[in-house]
């Protein structure tokens, strides 16, 4: 039982249109592949420019899959290669910045707030502030053991958003990312083909300018 089923269904019983069908499918195809994709990219050129996590990676997917595939039951086993998505989405969150406009006068952080302005919350530069992470520039996976994140405000991370309006496809991307990452890390690694660093766009979400060139290199089996 697919969504594409369970929404087929509610056509077939008259309960949604076929703008309706549309426009879910269209927000399920861009709102989870494009953000889901970019995580991943930016997780294999993270990865390609530090080796130590590369190799702890590669120790976690050898131990817990051992050659298989990863199924559903493998992913929470996969607590090292979570980190390192996790971090992925820190140091370049797909979605880098929300947009909200307050309905009413509020009071924010002891600022004053009128009705109808342009609020926009930054995960770029909350995800990359000194206020609440040590050198916030490095690329550490190990920020993400319960120890280290346990003290950390909930807000000074928000890949995905909060509230009541947060992502609905949180747990399907990181099951998703955990899923493709064990697949591949197992038999491949990725290696930033490029003697400089890549650029970046922002539009909807956070772009690379141009694709990120990556050789697939076949692992030596230890
Ligand atoms: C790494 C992957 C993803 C990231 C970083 C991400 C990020 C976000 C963020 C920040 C929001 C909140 C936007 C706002 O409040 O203005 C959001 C909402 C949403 N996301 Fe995701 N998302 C991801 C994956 C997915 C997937 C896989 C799906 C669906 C299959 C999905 C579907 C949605 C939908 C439908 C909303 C709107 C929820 C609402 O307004 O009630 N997202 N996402």
Same mark, same amino acid.
């Not at 590669?58 to 996969?78: A, C, I, K, N, S």
């Not at 909060?162 to 609905?168: K, L, Q, S």
């Given at each position: 039982?697919?969504?594409?089923?369970? &929404?087929?269904?509610?056509?077939?019983?008259?309960?949604?249109?076929?703008?309706? &069908?549309?426009?879910?499918?269209?927000?399920?195809?861009?709102?989870?592949?494009?953000?889901?994709?970019?995580?991943?990219?930016?997780?294999?050129?993270?990865?390609?420019?530090?080796?130590?996590?590369?190799?702890?990676?590669?120790?976690?997917?050898?131990?817990?899959?051992?050659?298989?595939?990863?199924?559903?039951?493998?992913?929470?086993?996969? @607590?090292?290669?979570?980190?390192?998505?996790?971090?992925?989405?820190?140091?370049?969150?797909?979605?880098?910045?929300?947009?909200?406009?307050?309905?009413?006068?509020?009071?924010?952080?002891?600022?004053?707030?009128? @009705?109808?302005?342009?609020?926009?919350?930054?995960?770029?530069?909350?995800?990359?502030? !000194?206020?609440?992470?040590?050198?916030?520039? @490095?690329?550490?996976?190990?920020?993400?053991?319960?120890?280290?994140?346990?003290?950390?405000?909930?807000?000074?991370?928000?890949?995905?958003?909060?509230?009541?309006?947060?992502?609905?496809?949180?747990?399907?991307?990181?099951?998703?990312?955990?899923?493709?990452?064990?697949?591949?890390?197992?038999?491949?690694?990725? !290696?930033?083909?490029?003697?400089?660093?890549?650029?970046?766009?922002?539009?909807?979400?956070?772009?690379?300018? @141009?694709?990120?060139?990556?050789?697939?290199?076949?692992?030596?089996?230890?």
């Amino acid at each position: 039982m697919d969504l594409l089923s369970i &929404l087929l269904r509610a056509y077939d019983r008259g309960e949604q249109t076929d703008k309706n &069908l549309r426009d879910e499918l269209m927000t399920m195809l861009l709102a989870g592949h494009d953000t889901t994709a970019l995580t991943l990219t930016y997780a294999w050129y993270l990865l390609s420019q530090h080796p130590d996590a590369e190799a702890k990676l590669h120790r976690e997917v050898d131990e817990v899959l051992g050659g298989r595939t990863p199924t559903f039951e493998d992913v929470r086993q996969l @607590e090292y290669t979570e980190r390192v998505l996790n971090e992925a989405m820190r140091l370049y969150p797909p979605v880098y910045v929300m947009f909200r406009e307050p309905k009413i006068d509020v009071r924010i952080g002891g600022y004053r707030i009128p @009705e109808g302005s342009a609020l926009m919350l930054p995960q770029w530069v909350v995800h990359r502030s !000194e206020r609440w992470w040590d050198d916030p520039l @490095e690329f550490d996976p190990d920020r993400w053991t319960p120890e280290r994140a346990a003290n950390r405000p909930s807000f000074a991370y928000f890949p995905f958003g909060g509230g009541p309006r947060h992502c609905i496809g949180k747990h399907l991307s990181l099951l998703e990312g955990r899923l493709i990452m064990g697949t591949i890390a197992q038999r491949y690694e990725l !290696e930033y083909i490029r003697d400089e660093p890549f650029s970046l766009r922002g539009s909807l979400t956070m772009h690379p300018q @141009e694709p990120i060139g990556m050789r697939l290199q076949a692992r030596e089996k230890p």
